[in-house]
Nanobody
């Protein structure tokens, strides 16, 4: 039974934007901490963004103001708006919730 469903990945040109969504389909209550990690080929998984409640947000150093994490508990969904994407952002992006739940991953490819 899939509990975190991700969407929004794809191919985009450098400088473009994507919005990732992660819906917690069956997890109740919604964990206070939700976020995104990513993993590029040959690299370790790294934190992209984390949100605790609605106001406490943490970003990886490489984000540099380009990404914004948000959530809607009414929709049981966490979002990652990614702007000014770079080729080095190419990776599989994984959503997580709490300490136990992970999504299946969505591919983001930034290439011209």
């Amino acid at each position: 039974q899939v509990q975190l469903v991700e969407s929004g990945g794809g191919l985009v040109q450098p400088g473009g934007s994507l919005r990732l969504s992660c819906a917690a389909t069956t997890i109740r209550p919604i964990p206070n901490t939700m976020g995104w990690y990513r993993q590029a080929p040959g690299k370790e998984r790294e934190l992209v963004a984390r949100i605790i409640g609605y106001g406490d947000k943490t970003y990886g150093d490489f984000v540099k103001g380009r990404f914004t994490i948000s959530r809607s508990d009414a929709k049981s969904t966490v979002y990652l708006q990614m702007n000014n994407l770079r080729p080095e952002d190419t990776a599989i992006y994984y959503c997580y919730a709490g300490t136990s739940y992970w999504g299946q991953g969505t591919q983001v490819t930034v290439s011209s």
